[in-house]
C-alpha cells in the first residue's frame, strides 16, 4: 500500500510538472543571433534557448561550445576573422532531435591593406616553435565559468598607435595576415591592468625563447574569451593567478619585436582574434 501511494504521488507529480512545462509555452528549443550581418573581426552572439540539452553549434563549417547561463540559455560568442571572405553563411544548432539553420552575412571591415617591405634578415625572424605553440594553447583556453560581467576597460590609457585589423601584405605577396590587436603608445614602465576579471593561463619570457612576442601575459576570462598583453618591460603575475578588473599584471615596455615601447592588446574568442573595443563599447 505504503508503495503504491509512493507510484501514485510519483505519477501525480508528472503530470503535474507536465502540465507546468506546456503551460509555459512549451519546450521547443529557439536559435537567435543578435544580427545576420558582421563585419570581420566581429563576432556573432549566438543564443540556445528552451533545451536541457548543451546544443552544438557550427559556423563556417566550425564547431564552437555553448556555454550555460545564469537564466538557463546556452550561448557562444561566434568570431568571424578579419580574413574571412565576405559573403553569405549561416550558423547551425542543434540539440538532440533539433536543429535550426540561421542565414547570415559576413561583411568586409573595409580596413587598409599596409604594404610591408622587409629585408630578407628581418623577414627570417620568427617565433620559436615554443613560443608559437604556448601562445595558441593559451588564447584557445575554454573554461565553462563565465568570469567577466561588465565592460571591459582598456589596460592602459594613451594614444592608440595602431588599430585592430590593419591587413598586412608582406614584400608585395598577397595579403596574409593581419594586426591581431590593439597597440597603445605610452611610456615604458606604465603599468598595464588586466581589463576584466580572469586567471592567469600563460607568462612567457623573452629570456626564455619568447624572442618575437616577448614578455607576454595571456588571461582566460572563460566561456572562449581570452585577452594577450605583449612586449611587456617586466611582469607582475605568475600563471595560475586569478586577477580582478584593474589589477596590475606588469609594465610596458618594448620587449620582443618592437620599435619602441608599447602594449599590444588582443582579445580572442575560441582563439580568433577579434577587436577587444567591441568589448570596451558594450557588455557581452
Ligand atoms: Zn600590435
Given at each position: 500500500m505504503k508503495q503504491a501511494l509512493k507510484s501514485l504521488s510519483l505519477l501525480l507529480f508528472c503530470l503535474f510538472a507536465g502540465t507546468q512545462v506546456e503551460a509555459s509555452g512549451g519546450t521547443n528549443p529557439d536559435l537567435t543571433l543578435d544580427a545576420v550581418t558582421k563585419k570581420q573581426g566581429e563576432f556573432f552572439v549566438a543564443t540556445v534557448s528552451g533545451t536541457s540539452t548543451i546544443p552544438d553549434l557550427w559556423f563556417n563549417g566550425e564547431h564552437f561550445s555553448m556555454f550555460r547561463q545564469d537564466n538557463g540559455s546556452y550561448r557562444a560568442l561566434v568570431p568571424v576573422e578579419n580574413l574571412l571572405k565576405p559573403g553569405s553563411y549561416a550558423v547551425l544548432a542543434k540539440a538532440g532531435?533539433?536543429?535550426?539553420?540561421?542565414?547570415?552575412?559576413?561583411?568586409?571591415?573595409?580596413?587598409?591593406?599596409q604594404k610591408i617591405w622587409l629585408d630578407e634578415k628581418t623577414n627570417r625572424l620568427?617565433?620559436?616553435?615554443?613560443?608559437?605553440?604556448?601562445?595558441?594553447?593559451?588564447?584557445?583556453?575554454?573554461?565553462?565559468?563565465?568570469l567577466?560581467?561588465?565592460?571591459?576597460?582598456?589596460?592602459?590609457?594613451?594614444?592608440k598607435s595602431s588599430p585592430f585589423g590593419v591587413k598586412r601584405s608582406y614584400n608585395g605577396a598577397p595579403v596574409s595576415s593581419y594586426h591581431k590587436g590593439l597597440d597603445i603608445a605610452v611610456p615604458q614602465g606604465t603599468p598595464v591592468k588586466s581589463p576584466a576579471r580572469g586567471k592567469v593561463v600563460l607568462t612567457g619570457y623573452?629570456?626564455?625563447?619568447?624572442?618575437?612576442?616577448?614578455?607576454?601575459?595571456?588571461?582566460?576570462?572563460?566561456?572562449?574569451?581570452?585577452?594577450?598583453?605583449?612586449?611587456?618591460h617586466s611582469i607582475s603575475v605568475e600563471e595560475g593567478n586569478m586577477v580582478s578588473k584593474g589589477d596590475t599584471i606588469g609594465t610596458v615596455g618594448s620587449t620582443g619585436i618592437s620599435t619602441g615601447p608599447h602594449l599590444h592588446w588582443g582579445t580572442y574568442l575560441y582563439g580568433t582574434s577579434v577587436d577587444p573595443e567591441l568589448f570596451v563599447r558594450k557588455v557581452y
Open positions: 532531435e533539433w536543429k535550426e539553420k540561421i542565414p547570415v552575412q559576413v561583411a568586409s571591415n573595409n580596413l587598409p591593406v620568427k617565433a620559436t616553435e615554443e613560443e608559437k605553440a604556448k601562445v595558441k594553447r593559451g588564447l584557445r583556453t575554454l573554461s565553462s565559468i563565465k567577466w560581467s561588465e565592460l571591459l576597460s582598456y589596460p592602459c590609457n594613451g594614444r623573452e629570456s626564455n625563447r619568447f624572442h618575437v612576442h616577448g614578455n607576454t601575459v595571456i588571461i582566460d576570462h572563460g566561456q572562449g574569451l581570452t585577452s594577450i598583453y605583449m612586449h611587456l
